[in-house]
């Protein structure tokens, strides 16, 4: 029996990409159900770009700073987006806020380096361990108008040790986060997701 057409997704990246990574090892086996149609990044020169390059995916940039107003932004990315035609993107570490033009076009999964609605935000491993918490770990939600906001369809649990540093914290984050998000990321290619009422779910 010949494999079906696997999804096409666009993955967003700003950083060291290893989520990223994740997926791409994981897209390698065609009964995954997952093609990486491009990866797009906030800026240039970053490793996330990098990765993707060496694995033959096509890149591109969108950066803020190249537009005028946010609402420009927002449309280019959408545009750049919808060169590939994916069934839905997916934000693995992009750190930048999507707008209307993106978010209304397509369902936008991110992952997170917390329990939400505990510590959204940019600095959730740090926030996490200033707080005291015994217990923190990773959420991939779908992404809405808000800071961290959008339905949640998966977490993992880390516990806190009492000498984690913000990095030791958050690697231990991403030995979880990997997972969870290429679990998560190929039952919504192969099973599909639906979004309303504010809830998310993949059957
Ligand atoms: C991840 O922990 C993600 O949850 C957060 O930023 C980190 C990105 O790591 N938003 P990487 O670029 O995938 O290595």
Known sequence: ????????????????????????????DPAYGVRILAVGGDRAGITGLHRAAAAGITVFVCRV??????????????????????????????????????????????THPALLPSFPGAHAVRDALAA??????????????????????????????????EDTLHERIKAVEHPLLVEIVGRAAREGITVSDGKATIP
């Open 1 to 28: 029996m010949t494999a079906p057409e696997p999804t096409g997704i666009v993955v967003l990246v700003s950083g060291s990409g290893t989520n990223l990574q994740a997926l791409i090892d994981a897209a390698a």
């Open 65 to 110: 700073e190249d537009f005028d107003t946010r609402a420009e932004w927002d449309a280019a990315l959408a545009e750049r987006i919808g060169d590939h035609e994916p069934a839905f993107v997916v934000s693995a570490g992009f750190m930048k806020l999507l707008g209307p033009q993106v978010l209304g076009r397509w369902t936008v999964l991110n």
């Open 132 to 165: 005291g918490a015994q217990q923190t770990g990773c959420t991939v939600h779908v992404v809405d108008a808000g800071i961290d906001t959008g339905p949640v369809l998966a977490q993992a649990t880390v516990d806190v040790e009492p000498d984690d540093t």
